[in-house]
């Protein structure tokens, strides 16, 4: 049985284990590696996001006024949530990924933000969506509670860390 080598996932990952490893903040190794993760993100049907999707996107709460999409990457959740009705602000610490997420989404709104000091006002947004992001922040409670900040009084959030590697 052949099996497929993944060039890119590996790079990633050798990454995140050397942050994990105390060598560096995990923003500096996003933006070092986000060329490959661009790659990685839009190949269709490489990583758990083409198998999983639709049950993520089961559960994020219907669209509002305005949708965050905290730690956008480069755009791939922000376009789905786009097409389903969200007005969606996406943000990132990597200035390569939110550079992606425009070109792929020019009618898209993305801002470069640490997801400890978002640049929006408290309780704008109806919905917080954060896939697989909160296992890559480097202040884990700043991140939270900044967006609980921006959460409306009764909005929703959505950040579930569907992956297949074991953490």
């Known amino acids: 049985m052949a099996t497929r080598r993944d060039t890119t996932g590996a790079a990633a990952r050798s990454a995140y284990a050397g942050v994990v490893a105390g060598t560096g903040r995990l923003s500096r190794a996003w933006e070092e590696q986000a060329r490959n993760w661009i790659a990685w993100a839009r ?10 999707r639709e049950r993520f996107l089961a559960l994020v709460p219907p669209p509002g006024a305005a949708t965050l999409d905290l730690g956008c990457g480069e755009g791939r959740i922000s376009r789905e949530l786009r097409a389903r009705g969200h007005r969606v602000h996406g943000v990132d610490a990597s200035p390569t990924l939110v550079s992606a997420a425009r ?10 933000a640490e997801g400890t000091a978002l640049p ?38 959505a950040s579930p860390s569907l992956t297949r590697w074991r953490t």
């Open 120 to 157: 929006f006002a408290d309780g704008v947004f109806d919905v917080v969506v954060s896939h697989n992001v909160l296992m890559d922040v480097d202040d884990l409670t700043g991140t939270v509670a900044e967006a609980a900040r921006v959460l409306r009084p009764g909005g929703r959030s």
């Open 43 to 52: 190949r269709p049907g490489f990583d758990s996001w083409w198998h999983l």
């Open 103 to 112: 070109d792929a989404d020019h009618g898209g709104a993305y801002a470069v």
